[in-house]
Nanobody, 115 residues
Framework: QVQLAESGGGLVQPGGSLRLSCAAS????????MSWYRQAPGKERELVAI????????NYGDFVMGRFTISRDVATNTVNLRMNDLKPEDTAVYYC????????WGQGTQVTVST
């Protein structure tokens, strides 16, 4: 079955960086786009970044403004999200996701940006 396992979240000060990883299994990783979403308390889940199956196309939420980079490693079936210049408003649970015949979600990893 499809499994998505996020890691790399934590507490970071404003202006800091984090690298999130998502280990994917149970489907043909080379066939599907992969994405990161986030959900802050009291807010709807929103798209952070998406990467095509080949890695040749990426797109980001407007709020990213060049601070984040999504990438994928076909050798390890992993999708990464490098986040720089983090702001308190980036605080959220970050989810890895794939849409095959249905949308699958990981369990999420908490990112907290605070002094």
């Amino acid at each position: 079955q499809v499994q998505l396992a996020e890691s790399g979240g934590g507490l970071v000060q404003p202006g800091g960086s984090l690298r999130l990883s998502c280990a994917a299994s149970g489907f043909d990783f080379l066939r599907y786009s992969m994405s990161w979403y986030r959900q802050a308390p009291g807010k709807e889940r929103e798209l952070v970044a998406i990467i095509s199956n080949t890695g040749s196309y990426t797109n980001y939420g407007d709020f990213v403004m060049g601070r984040f980079t999504i990438s994928r490693d076909v050798a390890t079936n992993t999708v990464n999200l490098r986040m720089n210049d983090l702001k308190p408003e980036d605080t959220a649970v970050y989810y890895c996701s794939v849409l095959t015949g249905q949308r699958y979600w990981g369990q999420g990893t908490q990112v907290t940006v605070s002094t």
